[in-house]
């Protein structure tokens, strides 16, 4: 049997308690050997249930554990810059969810700390990692629709969040287009040279209290000439609904069916499929498909699918995109890959 | 303008008034010039509302009329080995609803008759005009699914018909498994060689009373090789649901999907588009279809897409199977056209 | 039988003669008695087709004849206000195709024309009449998905138009969009606030010449307090796609499949569906039920479903939403219906 | 931490594996402790790439193991009964591949021999634990399409396997539609009084040496009062077409659409989504899940959701549907639960 890359996770709310989960019962070369959160006996409650050696309230004792060859940062996106240094600085190779950081100008730094001392950096951007967005990709470079020209993008949720998850949520084009924004740089394969954004509170009328919208819409230009619409709302009663649209020269990919289970109930009120009710019930593998290539890349010394870099360009589109919002004006970005 | 077909339409019940109708309206190069109906009052009202010259409670005064070139035959299925006797006789060209006669026997003799005048005969299997069966054969064709090998039919229908109307129905093999033996037919292009019929009273229980079934299945095969199975419900509470299906050595064609509006409702509880509810729903343009193709091969001269040897063929299958559920044999059939 | 509504047609062009066939054959209670179009030879033989009694060259041959009481308005754009005015001088009801005037200023000179002399006119907005949009209003009006808050829609053609065709079409705000700006005026239930429209040429470099977009996006907001996107495009390569969608407080409604006729062809490739290839296939329905509206509404002394104010509005969205594109500014309109 | 299951496999073929793999690392209660293969070198190769610590060649090295607590039985069907009745005596719990034995007396046997010993014992029938046909199950029992009357299957597969394979599938009612007739009883909740069974070979023309067909279609009554249609065919070119459909007098439930990933490209030949290629790809969950299951209900003692009994009463029907086959008669069963 092979070794096992020996990991720690920082944060365990919803999303770091099922990393924690996959890295130790799912991902095949992985051993979970430590975790860590603020919450008193979280951290030791979790390690019981998923048999992990060493626990914390103190992310310091993660992140300078030596034994540890990486860390997954899933704590609030205010510590990510924080927590990001102290992992480069003891060697540690990273996996941290989106936003990489809460300012571009902390990407910056983060990103010149992770060059400098060449550890590994994955950022959550999962679905690239789901099987439907990655056969897409697939489709593409195949060249099944030609050279693409335009990518549309839906997010929409039904939950209603409490205010105070608005307030630190960062707005929705950071906290919901972002993952379109990375969905579109990912299947176009180009770089966003101009962002303009509109939005509006149709519905939720409690995330005006902090300068939000519950329905975004964002436009892009590229530097391949392509352009693309990103739509996002708090407002879908019915589900959770995240779709995409490719369209090339020669024809055009649709990802997402809204559809849950593969069945159909007819009635006299017609024939009814289930949609899928939250971001679990779509992107349960996703998130395992991501962690296990994070793993796998790390193992075999290739880069991530997902770097540092590509967190701070969907970070600083979705900074634009607030701008814009707010300004009423169209931000050009400087698309020059470093 | 090129001169038109007059035609005359015998029996006007909801099937006989729509292809009156279609020939009076929208057939192009027809002309509806007279109807009859034994029914006191229901010839004259037709032709007042269709703008029709000529009507009559005799279904001769329509049959014997010189002006006429053709008839359809919408009467009751006792009557239409007469009506087609005395319409050869009177050199009339024909339309007559399915199935042709109600026994093979008259069946044979108005095939005779048909052949031995040289009149044009078309029998109303509507399904061989719908777009979508019209395109599935014109796939196969084409050698999209490679030689066809299995034909698998549905039709349902969730009306629950009166006790008189199962009474004269001739039973569900003849009444609704009909349209499937003769799309097995046109679709997988062969004859039948054997008929086995299976069936039951699952719901309807009224209909044991006339040795009837409402949930049917037949299996036939063919002399290609090929075979195919066709079943019938009277038990859809959903709606009307028609489907085919035709396997071939390199694919498979499905036809029907039963979503009748092109719109789905989302809600919490699930995506809903409404079913078909009724047959006029899914088959009013075949209807139509197949009143223009019989006007437009009279026309050109041309043999009738459905002709009468197809009408005596699908009454074949019906009798043997219905023969076949009653003794619990299977039937063979002679498969030699003649 | 009822008296006929005597309709003339201007213009002879393919929209036209399918509105002087349908006129002709399939409105029951309309007759063609008159057509025009400045073609040589055209009217006449659109005339002898049809089998229409009076024909011209000259368009004033039928705006003057006092034997017809409406006139159909399928002339090219820039003739439609001098077409009206002298329409309406004559006293006659109007079905004009969208737009229903070039510029705004001539809006306002017809809509007060037509109000003058009280005059019935409908615009060719034939979605409305599509039974999926008709069907969605419907089920909107019941409630089904709440209030409604959000309009997304799809306008795409994968056809490449010669550039003397991008020269006059009005760009594709005007073009293609406006058919979503009424739709969303329509399935909202209220009048647009603000205009905000972003472009690109993105495939097609040849409108450039004309300064026109061949990928086009609309960003509405209305006095209700919902909002709506609106994407246009020239590059669907793989067909003609239109699509749109309801967003409610309690559900959604979408509108549109793509898919064409009703089957699918299963091999090692994939199961596939043919997609809608052009506008004739997917709105021929609405098409002729928005003339038998059109003739019964007359017949009825009722209001026209889509009215000249209906025109105006939408025409008034498109100027601002080309202007919005040009001056890159979002333009607001006065809401108050007059 | 809860005490494992401690588990062995016999038999390490694809599904051998799969059911070790799963064993071993993902069914969390459960640890994976010996494997035996009778392939040389094969046990051991698993044991080491699963870290399961014992293995051997022969079957009786983990039936006799002292500390397994229970065994899953993978080996081909000839064996099944000497296994389970050796797994018996050693007072091991069972998992036992579908068929449960190759006659209907080793299944008597093995019947009796499970419930003097007092084990628990599963059969395979993984379709239960597909998460499509357990909901179907639960919209049942909730009363969604009323009192069910009708199920009608598809099993359908494009593969071509080797003469070899053929002659000890048992013949494809054995093979294929035992599944179906599984899923009818659980869906229908109900037991089978008749049988009849027609088929033939439709291309596959070298299963014929083996007195089988490559197309079967059943006919099931049930206690009920419902009925049943079963096709299976190895004959689907286009890939792996599992399908169900439960109609009830309130309205149906339909299973499975065909679909692989969540996608669809669009090009002028039309809307293609990838078809499921082939079982692993369906039904891979209900695999895991059924092993879930297995280990979940042997620690909270509760019977398992398939137990011996549906095992017996699946290979029941499949031995009279060849019979019925062979004989060209209908075969009445025994309903009544011991």
């Known amino acids: 049997m092979s070794k096992k890359i020996r990991c720690g996770v920082l944060g365990l709310g919803r999303l770091g308690y099922w990393h924690a989960e996959n890295l130790a019962r799912k991902v095949q070369d992985a051993e979970l050997a430590a975790v860590a959160d603020p919450l008193e006996g979280r951290a030791e409650q979790v390690a019981e249930e998923l048999g992990v050696p060493e626990w914390s309230q103190n992310p310091d004792d993660v992140l300078e554990n030596p034994d540890l060859e990486a860390v997954a940062i899933v704590t609030p996106t205010s510590t990510h810059g924080e927590m990001i240094k102290k992992a480069v600085a003891n060697g540690k190779h990273l996996f941290v969810e989106k936003p990489i950081t ?3 100008q902390e990407a910056d730094e983060v990103l010149e700390a992770i060059r400098n001392r060449g550890v590994f950096c994955q950022v959550g951007f999962m679905r690239r990692f789901d099987l439907s967005y990655a056969e897409a990709k697939k489709r593409i470079e195949m060249g099944d629709i ?9 997010t929409r949720d039904g ?3 409490p205010p105070d998850f608005i307030k630190h949520s960062g707005g929705l084009y ?4 972002i993952h379109d924004y990375d969905a579109a740089r990912f299947l176009l394969g180009a770089e966003v040279t101009s962002v303009a954004a509109l939005g509006n509170v149709v519905e939720k009328q409690y995330v005006k209290e902090f300068h939000d919208v519950d329905q975004a819409l964002t436009y892009l230009t590229f530097d391949s000439g392509a352009a693309s619409d990103i739509e996002a709302s708090r407002n879908a009663a019915y589900g959770y609904d995240i779709r995409g649209e490719v369209i090339g020269t020669e024809g055009a990919i649709q990802i997402g069916s809204l559809q849950h289970h593969d069945l159909k109930v007819l009635t006299k009120k017609g024939g009814t499929h289930d949609i ?3 971001f679990p019930s779509l992107f349960q593998d996703a998130y395992l498909n991501e962690m296990v290539s994070f793993i796998e890349c790390l193992k075999n010394n290739e880069k991530p699918l997902v770097d540092a870099y590509d967190g701070k360009k969907a970070l600083e589109i979705a900074v634009a995109a607030t701008k814009s919002y707010q300004t009423g004006t169209t931000i050009r970005l400087e698309p020059v890959r470093s």
């Open 102 to 104: 809460q300012t571009l």
């Open 146 to 154: 030609g050279k693409p020209i335009y990518f549309k993008g839906i």
């Open 159 to 161: 939950q209603t969040p």
């Open 174 to 177: 950071l906290d919901f287009s």
């Open 276 to 278: 899928v009710p939250d």
